[in-house]
């Protein structure tokens, strides 16, 4: 009797828990939109004046992800690519031995949007090391605005890239000397410059490789060497971009079917003969 007893209130205690217990779908809480933070205490410190080259350390507030190192540039170029790596929440920089840094000069070592948060891939913008082999940071800025062509709206995410020559095709043929993206209202801010004249170019990189080698990016550009020294601090630069005129070519062409030519064109043509 007891046993049944104690088989009635285990039966009746497992009904209990079940009519208690509720299925529901775990909550992850609200989407993380703000892109990683620099632990600046733990990290190597930035804007540093006689600079020796040794390893930087770079810490955030949580894991990060390097997307394409090939957007990782540094400004004046050096022979020689910096060692970067990642690992969890740092990343460290260390500079080639055989490569000698310049004196009395101003590095900036430019992450473009690689540096992004594991979870959501939320990019940390324009982010750049700052150093000195002299006694003085380069403190010059260049600024301004992207807008299309067309309707005159602003446009994001478009490179504007300086560079030190004046030849119309160093945009086909080498990365800049200085750079930065444009942000949601088309607005663009290049610091840590030296005084000098610069070739600028604007540049829709879609593939991300910081040259203009594809028709179908939009590039615009500013027809003279723009002069930056502290009388274009006050000024801001608007830039026009556009979508060049694709070359007409034939890309492909079809004559499988008796009495049928079907051929494919890179554009519409203006005309048929």
């Known amino acids: 009797?007891?046993?049944?007893?104690?088989?009635?209130?285990?039966?009746?205690?497992?009904?209990?828990?079940?009519?208690?217990?509720?299925?529901?779908?775990?909550?992850?809480?609200?989407?993380?939109?703000?892109?990683?933070?620099?632990?600046?205490?733990?990290?190597?410190?930035?804007?540093?004046?006689?600079?020796?080259?040794?390893?930087?350390?770079?810490?955030?507030?949580?894991?990060?992800?390097?997307?394409?190192?090939?957007?990782?540039?540094?400004?004046p170029p050096l022979s020689k690519k910096p060692n970067v790596k990642q690992k969890g929440k740092h990343i460290s920089i260390e500079f080639d031995k055989q490569?000698?840094?310049?004196?009395?000069?101003?590095?900036?070592?430019?992450?473009?949007?690689?540096?992004?948060?594991f979870t959501e891939g939320n990019p940390v913008p324009n982010y750049s090391f700052v150093f000195s082999t002299g006694d003085v940071i380069d403190s010059l800025e260049f600024t301004g605005k992207v807008i299309n062509s067309i309707d005159n709206k602003p446009e994001k995410d478009i490179l504007v890239m300086l560079y030190d020559q004046k030849e119309d095709s160093i945009v086909v043929n080498s990365k800049p000397y200085y750079f930065a993206y444009t942000d949601?209202?088309?607005?663009?801010?290049?610091?840590?410059?030296?005084?000098?004249?610069?070739?600028?170019?604007?540049?829709?990189?879609?593939?991300?490789?910081?040259?203009?080698?594809?028709?179908?990016?939009?590039?615009?550009?500013?027809?003279?060497?723009?002069?930056?020294?502290?009388?274009?601090?006050?000024r801001k630069i608007e830039i026009s971009v556009f979508q060049p005129d694709i070359p007409m070519q034939i890309k492909d062409n079809n004559i499988s079917d008796y009495g049928k030519i079907s051929i494919a064109n890179s554009r519409k043509p203006d005309s048929l003969r």
């Open 99 to 117: 490569d000698t840094l310049r004196e009395n000069t101003t590095y900036n070592i430019n992450f473009g949007k690689t540096i992004t948060d």
């Open 1 to 75: 009797m007891k046993f049944l007893n104690y088989l009635i209130f285990i039966f009746i205690s497992i009904m209990v828990f079940t009519a208690c217990a509720s299925i529901a779908t775990l909550s992850g809480g609200p989407k993380d939109v703000l892109p990683p933070k620099l632990d600046s205490l733990r990290s190597t410190p930035n804007f540093q004046t006689r600079y020796k080259p040794g390893i930087v350390f770079l810490y955030f507030d949580e894991w990060i992800v390097l997307k394409g190192q090939d957007q990782i540039l540094v400004s």
């Open 184 to 234: 949601e209202t088309g607005s663009f801010r290049i610091t840590n410059i030296r005084e000098g004249s610069f070739k600028v170019f604007a540049l829709k990189d879609a593939n991300a490789n910081f040259l203009y080698d594809n028709v179908l990016e939009k590039i615009g550009f500013i027809d003279t060497m723009m002069r930056i020294s502290n009388d274009t601090l006050a």
